[in-house]
């Protein structure tokens, strides 16, 4: 695509920023006050400097489509998330180039999407039931610790059918300290590749290679067995490229790496932010508390049971309108690109906010306001395409939506069963935007138990909410 003379001075506005050092300090510093900073002062798109770099803020549907889709093969994951990604997820799905991940794409997301999900739903309810199970009543738990905890373990039975919590596994220990590895890397305040051999790479590096060690030893384990488990792991091990020939051991360790990665931290903050802000809004939770007794009791939700439990899906879904756990994504421009009248030089880099788009007062009106009516399914299909962006969008958009979802919507109504939580007086969370949009030093919740009655006996709804914050 040519770019028009008129169209070539064209180059989207920028953010007034310190000498020389631009907005470096700004971003380190409070990244998502800078993004929303760049859309009210220079528009859809406009442009703030970093480490001597301009990126550019695109922020709005027009662009999402623009940019993400319609010319989605003009714009690649950027060089600094390859390589920082990459010593973990090798050449795996979310860092793949285009070209890599045209063809895996391909062959993993038909049976993805469907991947086993009456077990998900039934894995996702005893896990989220026996984390709850453990807490007792009065007490204080860090509501983010659990989450990440109740999350690995639907992960590691989705992917690998195990128990990778359990002390003993060689594996989940391989992969935790792998995570560790990861996030310190992604919280230094300068960011060094592992190449640099700091204390904390290295610690990397050996976390690195023992994940390589246990993952190989339990992928010929596997192998050996005669009756294989219907998961993930085997998904790919039986996925055959065109030509009919069988990912590598390498592939198969890359792609199943990138499933854990994400598949975990995000799903436990989104569901960590939807703690939070039911207990912060009484009356939102106590119409889900009623929507669970209602329709559940005290029996397991099962996968049909989901339909009937439209408010608490809604209440996930605003969660991460308000705390999107990927709170911004980046794209690099292989070449000189035009969108929407703007010129883009090659090598641009091009940043979405899914924070500050779902802020739009125009698609989400008084946007500050925590209301899970939103996505009613008749408002739902009001919004525009691609206001609601938490997944991304576009040949890259996340292969895991549905999931996701699906564990959301099972981890919120099987804790609901449970347990009541109430926010703590003088706690305030504050975002800490690093890997994901986490509260900073974690989330203590006070926890109520409850006993719901069999579900035929229950009232159909409950007045008022019974785990108001002590400070309500
Ligand atoms: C609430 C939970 C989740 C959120 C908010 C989320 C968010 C995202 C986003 C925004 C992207 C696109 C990034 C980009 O375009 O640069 C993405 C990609 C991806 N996600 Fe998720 N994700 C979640 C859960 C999961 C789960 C459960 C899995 C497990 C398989 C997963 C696996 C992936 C993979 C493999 C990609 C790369 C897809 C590709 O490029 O083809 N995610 N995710």
């Known amino acids: 695509m040519a770019i028009s003379s008129a169209v070539r ?28 900073r760049t ?22 549907v027009e662009l999402v489509h623009e940019i993400l889709i319609k010319n989605g093969a003009a714009f690649e994951k950027t060089e600094r998330f390859r390589a920082f990604g990459r010593p973990l997820l090798g050449d795996g799905l979310l860092t793949a180039s285009n070209e890599v991940h045209k063809r895996n794409r391909r062959i993993i997301q038909p049976r993805f999407r469907t991947a086993a999900v009456k077990t998900s739903v039934d894995v ?9 199970g453990a807490w007792s009543e009065g007490q204080v738990v860090d509501v983010r610790r659990e989450m990440v905890k109740v999350v690995l373990g639907v992960v590691g039975r989705n992917l690998f059918s195990r128990d990778i919590l359990g002390e003993a596994d060689e594996l989940g220990n391989a992969l935790t300290d792998a995570i560790h590895g990861f996030d310190s890397q992604a919280s230094a305040l300068i960011p060094l590749t592992i190449e640099w051999p700091t204390p904390a790479n290295l610690r990397y590096r050996r976390a690195i290679e023992r994940l390589e060690r246990s993952f190989h030893a339990f992928l010929a384990e596997r192998r050996a067995q005669a009756d294989r488990p219907d998961d993930w792991l085997n998904l790919l091990m039986e996925a055959r490229h065109e030509d009919g020939t069988p990912l590598s051991d390498r592939q198969i360790r890359d792609e199943a790496l990138n499933m854990f990665m994400p598949g975990h931290e995000t799903t436990a903050t989104a569901l960590t932010w939807s703690l939070h802000l039911l207990a912060k809004h009484p009356d939102c939770y ?17 996968l049909d049971d989901l339909p009937r439990l439209p408010y608490t899906l809604q209440v996930f879904k605003e969660a991460m309108r308000l705390y999107p756990p990927v709170y911004y994504f980046s794209r690099q421009a292989t070449r000189e690109v035009e969108v929407l009248g703007h010129r883009l ?34 408002r739902e299909e009001q919004l525009p395409r691609h206001a609601y962006l938490p997944f991304g969008a576009g040949h890259r958009v996340c292969i895991g939506n549905h999931h996701a979802l699906l564990n959301g919507h099972v981890v919120l109504a099987a804790l609901a069963q449970r347990v009541g939580l109430a926010n703590l007086p003088g706690h305030t969370p504050v975002t800490d935007p690093m890997v994901t949009l986490r509260p900073k030093d974690g989330l203590p919740m ?3 138990r409850r006993a719901p009655a069999p579900a035929t006996a229950r009232p159909v709804a409950a007045e008022g909410c019974p785990f108001r914050a002590e400070s309500d």
Not at 9 to 28: C, H, M, Y
Not at 44 to 59: E, I, S
Not at 124 to 132: K, L, N, S, T, Y
Not at 361 to 378: G, I, L, M, Q, V
Request: aromatic share 12%; hydrophobic share 40%; net charge negative.
């Open 39 to 60: 859309f009210e002062q220079c528009g859809d798109l406009g442009a703030y400097k970093v480490a001597g770099q301009y990126m550019y803020l695109a922020n709005s």
């Open 124 to 132: 996702a309810a005893r896990v989220a039931g026996e984390v709850a």
């Open 286 to 302: 106590a119409r889900l508390l009623a929507e669970v007794d209602e329709v559940l009791g005290d029996r397991p939700v099962v």
């Open 446 to 448: 006070r926890v109520t």
């Open 9 to 36: 001075d064209q180059s989207p506005p920028r953010l007034k920023g310190r000498a020389v050092i631009g907005n470096t300090w700004e971003f380190k510093q409070d990244r998502l006050a800078l993004f929303s």
């Open 345 to 378: 030089p090659a090598g641009a880099t091009v940043v979405f906010s899914p924070y500050v788009l779902h802020r739009r007062a125009d698609y989400y009106p008084d946007p500050e306001r925590f209301d899970p009516d939103r996505f009613a399914p008749e």
